[in-house]
């Protein structure tokens, strides 16, 4: 990334957002699914140098074939010391020497990070006289610039590795870097000050008698080597951060891997306790959900399921919006919306904003795979989210604490700005490190999701507050709206009692809803009308903007009469004879025309008079079957002239629905000649094939011998040739 920055003179970020507010998600089926995505990032890895990982490197599942992974299970990884040793050379180093010198002796760098110190003791002398607190001495003491230079004023730094970048060095070398340490704080800081050789030898002084070694003795170990073509790598190794310093380990997902733990950490408060104890039974809800036949897995292309995901965010959040008959609130295709306290609550604002984010990045990818940006622009965009994930969303105004994260991401920024743009490589846009701003922001939208399911927040936000809630007293804050309520009661009251008692309860919500449009228009300085009444003073003048044709034309009903007297003399078809009296399946098909009738009382609460004389007519006949077929057929043998139907439109004052009035009786007759003449046109084969699902099959048996149907095709898959195969749709 710094060698493609450096060789770009202008490099180009995206734009945020990536799509327009009013513009929705893209499908992936027409948009997506048959783009190929451009070339992405890879290290340049050589054949020779780096053979152990250069065929299984940028594998999906590496090494799953193999004896290192525990299967296809891939929890556990066992690796050989070559191997660990090419991983480790591919890796990032953040960290700088001036931040490993101050990290040891417990300093803080402007611009770095505050780390722990490594060792927490005392210097064992420190307190004794030495020529920095020598009391014959004056000493001026001038503050050094420590942070640009530690090890200068801290000579005795603990536990310092200086990794060299030359791999050609061997394993044992003394650098010119490092001083000869002291060997201080080996020892009791009362103990008397004994060197080395005294203690071995005695004191100076003493009768020591003179001994001699033999010429045959040699040094221990002196023929064996001192070190092989692996020591250097296993030293290395051995000072490595995490995961590189073991063999074998547990495989973890990638953005559980901590890449910059022992730069930056985060302390626990000492109030609270570090371990807590786990449940000993876990509960998966979707464990329970899979072992059902009701579930199904199946496998897509992450951008597609993130593209659902928005898609369904959205109307989930727009469902939520009506749901509160707030429909003056617009809320785009970003997951933009005006907060307001009085209307959500902190749930709502929570899954909106963790929309948004989702939604950026997932619109980043779909540019990329539309072949708008290449891979640098899209590490560099992946990254700019995170560390700027505060400007671009408002995530930490419903939940505060999410400022952690916001102030972590900076500091991340900031540390990997100071290692990428130096040297030839400039200030600007560019640093597509983007996984430790990734992982900083992956863990709150977790946390946040179990926090508002186990919480009951979306529950709250969906299915209302608690009903015995004590109404809040009016205060300053709600006096314009309490005015609101006030007039809006009043008027209410007016309405309830000029209207009649037949249908004050089913229109005074209309009403209402209208009269609160109107005010809010009328607030915002905007005119108001209402569509319907605007639909029908224009049809009652003479002057019609917008004619509307209503049912068929004469010539359309010529053709469809036609079309039929053919079809039905191809069928070879005759006339469908009277139901006799005594007709064995009667019975059976007014039960089901009564249950189709009954259907449409299932779901109504409140009934008018013609609907309760309905309902009773169908209950009668459930009774008495036989009865009722009979009433049946003498009417319609003895019937000489069409009984009238009433039509009349039912005004929402939004637009006019057709309503149609026919007596329960007829409707019943009709129902059951209905159901009859289905059942005799489907034995004589007068219903076309593809008039299904019909009551010879269910449905999904109609779709199984569909897909039969298809892969029995000759050649049907074949695409050699460059074929291709077309669904037709038609509307008969």
């Known amino acids: 990334m710094r060698q493609e920055k450096c060789d770009r003179r202008h490099f180009k970020r995206m734009q945020f957002p990536p799509f327009d507010n009013e513009e929705p998600p893209l499908d992936y089926g027409d948009n997506i699914l048959d783009v190929d995505p451009l070339e992405a990032i890879q290290l340049n890895l050589n054949e020779e140098e780096d053979s152990p990982i250069f065929e299984w490197f940028y594998d999906h599942r590496p090494l799953v074939d ?34 490993l010198y101050g990290e040891s002796p417990d300093m803080a760098i402007p611009g770095g990070p505050k780390s722990e110190p490594l060792y927490h003791d005392m ?39 200086i990794r060299t970048d030359d791999p050609d060095l061997p394993a044992f070398y003394f650098d010119p870097l490092v001083n000869p340490i002291s060997n201080y704080a080996v020892v009791a800081r009362n103990a008397p000050l004994i060197s080395h050789e005294d203690e071995v030898f005695g004191p100076n002084g003493a009768d020591d008698y003179e001994w001699e070694l033999s010429d045959d003795v040699g040094l221990f170990l002196s023929d064996s080597p001192l070190e092989n073509d692996r020591a250097a790598n296993a030293i290395a190794l051995w000072w490595a951060p995490a995961p590189y310093d073991t063999w074998l380990g547990h495989t973890r997902h990638a953005q559980d891997v901590r890449l910059v733990k022992n730069r930056y950490l985060e302390h626990c408060p000492p109030n609270q306790v570090t371990k807590l104890p786990k449940a000993m039974t876990k509960k998966s809800l979707f464990r329970q959900l899979k072992s059902t036949k009701f579930f199904q897995t199946t496998k897509l292309d992450w951008v597609e399921a993130g593209l659902q995901v928005c898609r369904q965010g959205y109307n989930m959040l727009d ?85 952690c994260q916001v102030r972590m991401c900076k500091d991340l920024k900031h540390l990997m700005y100071y290692r990428i743009n130096t040297g030839p490589v400039g200030k600007g846009p560019g640093c597509g490190f983007w996984v430790l701003g990734w992982r900083s922001d992956c863990f709150p939208c977790v946390i946040l999701s179990l926090f508002l399911n186990n919480g009951n927040l979306l529950a709250h936000q969906f299915e209302g507050p608690n009903s015995k809630g004590i109404a809040k007293p009016v205060t300053k804050q709600r006096v314009e709206s309490h005015f609101d309520l006030e007039l809006c009661a009043a008027v ?90 005594s007709y064995k399946r009667g019975t059976k098909l007014l039960v089901l025309a009564l249950g189709k009738l009954k259907e449409a009382y299932s779901v109504k609460s409140r009934l008018n008079q013609s609907q309760r004389e309905e309902l009773a007519l ?114 008969l």
């Open 66 to 99: 193999t004896p290192s992974v525990s299967g296809e299970a891939y929890r556990f990884w066992s690796l050989d010391l070559p191997v660990m040793t090419n991983l480790l050379q591919c890796l990032v180093s953040l960290r700088q020497k001036i931040v």
């Open 123 to 161: 210097e064992a002398f420190d307190k004794d006289s030495n020529e920095l607190n020598d009391i014959n001495k004056v000493i001026i003491p001038v503050q050094l610039p420590s942070p640009f230079c530690p090890y200068l004023s801290i000579p005795r730094a603990k536990n310092v590795y």
């Open 319 to 403: 469902f939520s919006i009506h749901h509160k008959n707030l429909n003056y609130l617009h809320l785009d295709y970003n997951m933009n919306l005006a907060r307001k306290k009085s209307h959500f609550g902190n749930a709502f604002y929570l899954c909106s904003e963790t929309l948004r984010l989702t939604k950026l990045v997932v619109d980043v990818h779909v540019q990329f795979r539309l072949g708008t940006v290449n891979a640098f622009q899209l590490a560099d965009a992946l990254q700019y989210t995170p560390v700027h994930v505060g400007a671009l969303i408002d995530m930490y105004r419903p939940k505060y604490k999410l400022m």
């Open 492 to 581: 209410t009251h007016d309405i309830l009692n000029t209207m009649p008692e037949s249908i004050k309860q089913n229109k005074a919500k209309m009403i209402i809803q209208h009269l609160s449009k109107a005010w809010r228009w009328w607030k915002a300085n905007i005119p108001w009308k209402s569509l319907a009444c605007w639909s029908q003073s224009k049809t009652s003048s003479s002057d019609t903007s917008s004619p509307r044709p209503i049912g068929i034309s004469s010539k359309e009903a010529v053709a469809i009469y036609t079309a039929t007297v053919h079809w039905l003399e191809a069928r070879k078809s005759t006339s469908v004879p009277f139901p006799p009296l």
């Open 618 to 731: 169908i209950e009668q006949a459930y009774n008495n079957p036989h009865e009722c077929l009979s009433r049946i057929k003498r009417l319609s043998l003895t019937q000489c002239a069409f009984v009238e139907s009433d039509i009349y439109f039912f005004n929402t004052y939004d637009k006019l629905i057709p309503c149609y009035d026919i007596e329960p009786m007829e409707k019943i007759a009709n129902a059951y000649l209905d159901q009859f003449l289905f059942l005799k046109a489907d034995k004589r084969g007068l219903l076309p094939a593809w008039n299904r699902p019909a009551d010879a099959e269910p449905t999904r048996l109609l779709v199984d011998k569909w897909r039969q149907g298809i892969n029995n095709l000759n050649d049907i898959w074949a695409t050699s040739e460059g074929e291709s195969n077309v669904l037709m749709d038609n509307v």
